[in-house]
């Protein structure tokens, strides 16, 4: 199918999600959240709490900052969320801090326990759990219903995939079609093909070596890599190169041609965000690659 038909049919099936809404836009609103469960709530929200900062970021990119009563911890974007109350993680939420701050709703992510205490309390919550960019594209759109303005989420996640498509046309020629291993938390865990972070690496026409028949964030042995030869390692910032204790990565030609990136971490939070933010991810990558050494013959070799 091409990408002209794929986005006409994920436009169609957001319309058919937002027709409810649009209805009665300034009336109930139903939405079905990861849970497949059904959030109704008398009207678009106002007083919304974040426990997530993607959700924030999304929240105030469709211009509901304003809506924002409380957000977790980590949520420091845009710079106006600095100053709106903190209620703690999804890990250690301050329930009481939550029920004072009377939100309409609460954004939070599935299995985390947090939604059943606060619904006992009587407080709706809305779990949003984006994997892909599929996922990401109805997740901005059912926030955009859920603060009353239906389509805002559709014509937010075009723009981002345009930005995405403009920067995949800067990457230069020779890392085309090059093999990359993006890192997560110290080797717990890489980015899979099947991920929104290797849906990034994909649209700039990178390679994941952490392929399509594995999990979306695999745990792959230091033979793994070995063995794929990587042009590109990505890793965050405190992660030591070569890494200790990882047999044979001192032979990768990726790491001994200098073809690594260390994202600092306020940087790398950008790029592992299922957010509106995406395409700065996809900058902070096409930045890596433009300052690095082009791969060698020996690193190329598939």
Known sequence: MSDYLKALALTSAISLLAQPVQA??????????????????????RRIVSLQPS???????LGGCDALVGVDRYSTWPQQAAAIPKVGSLRDPDIERIVALRPDVVLARPNHKVDERLESLGIP??????QTYDDMAQELETLAMLLGRPGRGTRLWQQTRDRIDALRRQVPRQWQGRKVYFELHSGM??????????????????????G???????RLSPEYVVRANPDVIITMADMPVPPPAR??????????????CR????????????????DEAARQILLCLQQLPPPGTESSKR
């Open 24 to 45: 009665a836009a300034q009336g109930a609103i139903e939405l079905v959240d990861a849970r497949q469960k059904a959030i109704a709530l008398a009207g678009p929200a």
């Open 55 to 61: 959700f924030t970021e999304a929240i105030c990119a």
């Open 125 to 130: 919550v809305l779990t949003l759990n984006a």
């Open 189 to 210: 865990a890489a980015a899979g093909e099947a991920s929104f972070i290797g849906q990034t690496l994909q649209g700039l026409g990178l390679v994941n070596i952490a």
């Open 212 to 218: 399509r028949d594995l999990p979306m964030y695999p």
């Open 247 to 260: 047999q044979g990565w001192s032979r990768l030609p990726a790491l001994k041609g200098n073809r690594y």
């Open 263 to 278: 994202i600092p971490n306020a940087d790398f939070e950008v790029m592992v965000r299922p957010g509106p933010r995406i």
